[in-house]
T-cell receptor, first 114, second 113 residues
Framework: SQELEQSPQSLIVQEGKNLTINCTSS?????LYWYKQKYGEGLIFLMM?????EEKSHEKITAKLDEKKQQSSLHITASQPSHAGIYLC??????????????FGQGTILTVHP | NAGVTQTPKFQVLKTGQSMTLQCAQD?????MSWYRQDPGMGLRLIHY???????DQGEVPNGYNVSRSTTEDFPLRLLSAAPSQTSVYFC????????????FGSGTRLTVV
């Protein structure tokens, strides 16, 4: 099965600083998802990437998928306390019959100090 | 449009008891799945379904049963609860098309004593 490795496992930054979270796969990624989770709450969908070299942005968050489709990064510009939480990358294992089988990385805990 | 609704939000069970975690979605999503979240281990897939009448096992299916008789509902049954099943359980659903990603419920926090 597909394994996703996130780094770093935790991150503490000062408000206003930029940061990057990485997600690396052991296999080719057919659909890469980024989610954010506040402690004790459900997951909020941020972005999905499918094509090699694809880049998407929403407000101050940018996600990229490399050309080989085995690594993705999530970059936050000018971080704010509202960005704090757990960031999870997830990937569809493959197309076809396994569609709907989303595998997650272990998550990155982000703390933003005011 | 309620999205994905999970009930109950909290539950305490005694070892050996059985129960059903409910998951319902009103978005006509074909795909539904159940995950458990444990500290340091991210989310692990328990069971998933690609449509009514079709289910399959995920990474950690032992001790859990599912069925999908309708598009809207995907209940998760704990047959004989064990302390190792203490976790937060999330249900998710999505369309066959990719654009909007998976929608997650708010979770059920289960403690088995």
């Amino acid at each position: 099965s597909q394994e996703l490795e996130q780094s770093p496992q935790s991150l503490i930054v000062q408000e206003g600083k930029n940061l990057t979270i990485n997600c690396t796969s052991s296999k080719t990624l057919y659909g890469l998802y980024w989610y954010k989770q506040k402690y004790g709450e459900g997951l909020i969908f941020l972005m999905m990437l499918q094509k090699g070299g694809e880049e998407k942005s929403h407000e101050k968050i940018t996600a990229k998928l490399d050309e080989k489709k085995q690594q993705s990064s999530l970059h936050i510009t000018a971080s704010q306390p509202s960005h704090a939480g757990i960031y999870l990358c997830g990937a569809d294992e493959s197309r076809g019959t396994s569609y709907g089988k989303l595998t997650f990385g272990q998550g990155t805990i982000l703390t933003v100090h005011p | 449009n309620a999205g994905v609704t999970q009930t109950p939000k909290f539950q305490v069970l005694k070892t050996g008891q059985s129960m059903t975690l409910q998951c319902a979605q009103d978005m006509n999503h074909e795909y539904m799945s159940w995950y458990r979240q444990d500290p340091g281990m991210g989310l692990r897939l328990i069971h998933y379904s690609v449509g009514a009448g079709i289910t399959d096992q995920g990474e950690v299916p032992n001790g859990y049963n599912v069925s999908r008789s309708t598009t809207e509902d995907f209940p998760l049954r704990l047959l004989s609860a064990a302390p190792s099943q203490t976790s937060v359980y999330f249900c998710a659903s999505r369309y066959t098309t990719d654009f909007y990603g998976y929608t997650f419920g708010s979770g059920t926090r289960l403690t088995v004593v």
